[in-house]
Protein backbone atom coordinates (compact mmCIF):
# COMPACT_ATOMS: atom_id res chain seq x y z
CA UNK A 1 0.00 0.00 0.00
CA UNK A 2 1.94 3.13 -1.20
CA UNK A 3 0.72 6.10 0.38
CA UNK A 4 2.97 8.33 -1.09
CA UNK A 5 3.48 8.30 -4.65
CA UNK A 6 5.57 9.72 -7.66
CA UNK A 7 5.01 8.39 -10.47
CA UNK A 8 7.29 9.78 -13.04
CA UNK A 9 10.28 7.72 -12.39
CA UNK A 10 12.35 10.08 -14.52
CA UNK A 11 12.02 13.51 -16.16
CA UNK A 12 14.50 15.67 -18.32
CA UNK A 13 14.26 19.26 -18.56
CA UNK A 14 16.01 21.93 -20.64
CA UNK A 15 18.66 23.84 -18.33
CA UNK A 16 16.50 27.24 -17.63
CA UNK A 17 13.56 25.84 -18.01
CA UNK A 18 10.92 24.75 -15.22
CA UNK A 19 11.32 21.48 -13.90
CA UNK A 20 8.15 20.60 -12.45
CA UNK A 21 8.09 16.77 -9.86
CA UNK A 22 4.77 15.93 -9.43
CA UNK A 23 3.85 13.81 -5.35
CA UNK A 24 0.22 12.36 -4.85
CA UNK A 25 -1.03 10.87 -1.19
CA UNK A 26 -3.47 9.17 -0.15
CA UNK A 27 -3.39 9.68 3.54
CA UNK A 28 -5.24 12.43 4.90
CA UNK A 29 -3.62 12.42 8.09
CA UNK A 30 -0.44 13.89 6.71
CA UNK A 31 0.39 17.37 7.58
CA UNK A 32 3.99 17.61 6.72
CA UNK A 33 5.38 17.14 3.54
CA UNK A 34 9.06 17.69 2.37
CA UNK A 35 11.27 17.64 -0.59
CA UNK A 36 14.54 15.98 -0.84
CA UNK A 37 17.46 15.86 -3.22
CA UNK A 38 19.85 12.81 -4.11
CA UNK A 39 22.99 12.23 -5.47
CA UNK A 40 24.82 8.98 -5.91
CA UNK A 41 26.88 8.14 -3.30
CA UNK A 42 25.40 10.64 -1.01
CA UNK A 43 22.51 10.47 1.63
CA UNK A 44 19.24 12.57 1.22
CA UNK A 45 19.91 15.99 1.18
CA UNK A 46 16.58 17.96 2.66
CA UNK A 47 15.33 20.87 0.49
CA UNK A 48 12.47 22.26 1.06
CA UNK A 49 8.62 21.18 2.88
CA UNK A 50 5.42 22.49 3.39
CA UNK A 51 3.20 22.46 6.20
CA UNK A 52 -0.39 21.09 5.39
CA UNK A 53 -2.10 25.08 6.85
CA UNK A 54 -0.27 26.02 3.25
CA UNK A 55 -0.29 26.00 -0.41
CA UNK A 56 2.99 27.39 -0.77
CA UNK A 57 6.17 27.36 0.16
CA UNK A 58 9.41 29.25 -1.76
CA UNK A 59 12.88 29.32 -1.32
CA UNK A 60 15.17 30.75 -4.03
CA UNK A 61 14.32 28.62 -6.65
CA UNK A 62 12.25 25.88 -5.48
CA UNK A 63 8.52 26.34 -4.55
CA UNK A 64 6.28 23.72 -3.14
CA UNK A 65 2.97 23.59 -3.75
CA UNK A 66 0.00 21.39 -2.04
CA UNK A 67 -3.27 20.95 -3.26
CA UNK A 68 -4.49 18.99 -0.46
CA UNK A 69 -8.04 18.50 -2.01
CA UNK A 70 -6.52 16.61 -4.58
CA UNK A 71 -3.65 15.23 -2.70
CA UNK A 72 -1.13 16.49 -4.76
CA UNK A 73 1.75 18.31 -3.98
CA UNK A 74 4.93 19.60 -6.53
CA UNK A 75 7.56 21.02 -6.70
CA UNK A 76 8.85 23.66 -8.80
CA UNK A 77 12.64 24.42 -9.82
CA UNK A 78 13.09 27.25 -12.01
CA UNK A 79 15.51 28.06 -13.44
CA UNK A 80 16.79 24.29 -13.61
CA UNK A 81 20.56 24.21 -13.51
CA UNK A 82 23.18 21.05 -14.12
CA UNK A 83 23.96 20.99 -10.67
CA UNK A 84 19.87 20.04 -10.09
CA UNK A 85 20.44 17.00 -11.51
CA UNK A 86 19.42 13.84 -8.92
CA UNK A 87 17.05 12.09 -7.60
CA UNK A 88 14.24 13.78 -5.57
CA UNK A 89 12.14 11.92 -3.18
CA UNK A 90 8.48 13.53 -1.42
CA UNK A 91 8.12 11.97 2.16
CA UNK A 92 4.86 12.90 4.45
CA UNK A 93 4.52 12.92 8.14
CA UNK A 94 1.52 12.99 10.36
CA UNK A 95 1.12 13.25 14.12
CA UNK A 96 4.38 10.56 14.48
CA UNK A 97 7.80 11.67 13.67
CA UNK A 98 7.35 8.85 10.37
CA UNK A 99 8.54 9.96 7.38
CA UNK A 100 6.34 8.05 4.77
CA UNK A 101 8.42 8.48 1.12
CA UNK A 102 7.76 7.79 -2.32
CA UNK A 103 10.00 5.83 -4.71
CA UNK A 104 11.75 9.23 -6.26
CA UNK A 105 11.84 10.93 -9.59
CA UNK A 106 15.20 11.11 -11.19
CA UNK A 107 15.66 14.51 -12.88
CA UNK A 108 18.10 15.28 -15.65
CA UNK A 109 18.86 18.70 -16.76
CA UNK A 110 20.19 19.09 -20.21
CA UNK A 111 22.62 21.60 -21.38
CA UNK B 1 21.35 20.56 10.94
CA UNK B 2 23.07 17.80 12.26
CA UNK B 3 26.10 16.19 10.79
CA UNK B 4 26.37 12.72 10.50
CA UNK B 5 29.25 10.10 9.28
CA UNK B 6 28.73 7.04 8.58
CA UNK B 7 31.58 4.14 8.41
CA UNK B 8 32.16 2.08 5.83
CA UNK B 9 30.74 4.13 2.69
CA UNK B 10 30.59 0.49 0.84
CA UNK B 11 31.64 -3.07 1.77
CA UNK B 12 31.13 -6.16 -0.38
CA UNK B 13 30.59 -9.40 1.85
CA UNK B 14 30.16 -12.90 1.63
CA UNK B 15 26.92 -14.48 2.08
CA UNK B 16 26.34 -15.54 6.20
CA UNK B 17 29.06 -13.15 7.31
CA UNK B 18 27.52 -10.04 9.19
CA UNK B 19 28.75 -6.58 8.95
CA UNK B 20 27.94 -3.62 11.70
CA UNK B 21 27.90 -0.14 10.17
CA UNK B 22 28.37 2.90 12.61
CA UNK B 23 26.94 6.21 12.90
CA UNK B 24 28.12 9.17 14.64
CA UNK B 25 26.37 12.64 15.24
CA UNK B 26 27.83 15.72 15.76
CA UNK B 27 25.52 16.81 18.59
CA UNK B 28 23.68 14.33 21.31
CA UNK B 29 20.07 13.30 19.52
CA UNK B 30 17.23 11.67 20.96
CA UNK B 31 16.12 9.47 18.00
CA UNK B 32 18.40 7.93 15.37
CA UNK B 33 16.48 6.03 12.57
CA UNK B 34 18.04 3.60 10.39
CA UNK B 35 16.74 3.11 6.77
CA UNK B 36 16.94 0.78 3.66
CA UNK B 37 17.44 1.67 0.30
CA UNK B 38 16.99 -0.79 -2.15
CA UNK B 39 18.18 -0.59 -6.06
CA UNK B 40 15.45 1.32 -7.62
CA UNK B 41 13.56 1.35 -4.75
CA UNK B 42 12.66 4.18 -2.41
CA UNK B 43 13.74 4.29 1.39
CA UNK B 44 12.10 2.15 4.13
CA UNK B 45 12.55 2.50 7.91
CA UNK B 46 13.95 -0.33 9.31
CA UNK B 47 14.12 0.83 13.42
CA UNK B 48 14.07 3.48 15.60
CA UNK B 49 17.34 3.41 17.76
CA UNK B 50 16.36 5.69 21.62
CA UNK B 51 18.95 5.54 24.01
CA UNK B 52 18.65 3.68 26.65
CA UNK B 53 15.95 1.32 25.26
CA UNK B 54 15.63 -1.37 23.32
CA UNK B 55 15.24 -0.45 19.28
CA UNK B 56 11.89 0.36 17.68
CA UNK B 57 11.71 -1.85 14.30
CA UNK B 58 9.43 -1.63 11.12
CA UNK B 59 7.13 -4.29 10.59
CA UNK B 60 9.16 -7.24 8.50
CA UNK B 61 12.58 -6.43 10.29
CA UNK B 62 13.33 -8.42 13.06
CA UNK B 63 15.94 -7.94 15.86
CA UNK B 64 17.80 -11.04 15.10
CA UNK B 65 18.42 -9.63 11.60
CA UNK B 66 19.35 -6.29 12.17
CA UNK B 67 20.40 -5.92 16.08
CA UNK B 68 20.99 -2.22 16.64
CA UNK B 69 23.09 -0.68 19.90
CA UNK B 70 22.53 2.98 20.68
CA UNK B 71 25.37 3.26 23.81
CA UNK B 72 25.17 6.84 23.64
CA UNK B 73 23.72 10.16 22.54
CA UNK B 74 25.87 10.80 19.59
CA UNK B 75 26.43 7.09 18.30
CA UNK B 76 24.68 4.13 16.90
CA UNK B 77 25.48 0.68 15.15
CA UNK B 78 23.29 -1.07 12.90
CA UNK B 79 24.37 -4.94 12.35
CA UNK B 80 23.49 -6.86 9.33
CA UNK B 81 23.69 -10.21 10.43
CA UNK B 82 23.93 -13.71 8.19
CA UNK B 83 23.35 -11.72 5.01
CA UNK B 84 22.15 -12.91 1.66
CA UNK B 85 21.96 -11.56 -1.63
CA UNK B 86 18.75 -9.91 -1.01
CA UNK B 87 20.54 -8.00 1.13
CA UNK B 88 22.33 -5.90 -0.95
CA UNK B 89 21.08 -2.47 -0.49
CA UNK B 90 22.44 1.35 0.83
CA UNK B 91 21.72 1.59 4.42
CA UNK B 92 21.29 4.86 5.97
CA UNK B 93 21.14 6.59 9.58
CA UNK B 94 19.40 9.83 10.25
CA UNK B 95 18.29 11.77 12.95
CA UNK B 96 15.67 14.81 13.60
CA UNK B 97 17.76 18.32 12.83
CA UNK B 98 15.11 20.41 14.89
CA UNK B 99 12.54 22.80 14.17
CA UNK B 100 10.84 22.36 11.33
CA UNK B 101 9.31 19.12 12.87
CA UNK B 102 9.75 16.18 11.02
CA UNK B 103 13.04 17.23 8.95
CA UNK B 104 15.57 14.34 9.34
CA UNK B 105 19.46 15.01 8.02
CA UNK B 106 20.95 11.61 6.57
CA UNK B 107 24.48 10.59 6.65
CA UNK B 108 25.87 9.43 3.49
CA UNK B 109 25.10 5.90 3.39
CA UNK B 110 26.79 2.37 3.31
CA UNK B 111 26.35 0.76 0.12
CA UNK B 112 26.66 -3.15 0.77
CA UNK B 113 27.10 -6.05 -2.20
CA UNK B 114 26.25 -9.18 -0.97
CA UNK B 115 28.07 -11.75 -3.19
Known amino acids: DQQVKQNSPSLSVQEGRISILNCDYTNSMFDYFLWYKKYPAEGPTFLISISSIKDKNEDGRFTVFLNKSAKHLSLHIVPSQPGDSAVYFC??????????WGAGTKLIIKP | SAVISQKPSRDICQRGTSLTIQCQVD?????MFWYRQQPGQSLTLIAT?????????ESGFVIDKFPISRPNLTFSTLTVSNMSPEDSSIYLC????????????FGAGTRLSVL
Open chain 2, 94 to 105: SVFGGAPKNIQY
Open chain 2, 27 to 31: SQVTM
Open chain 2, 49 to 57: ANQGSEATY
Open chain 1, 91 to 100: AASGSNYQLI
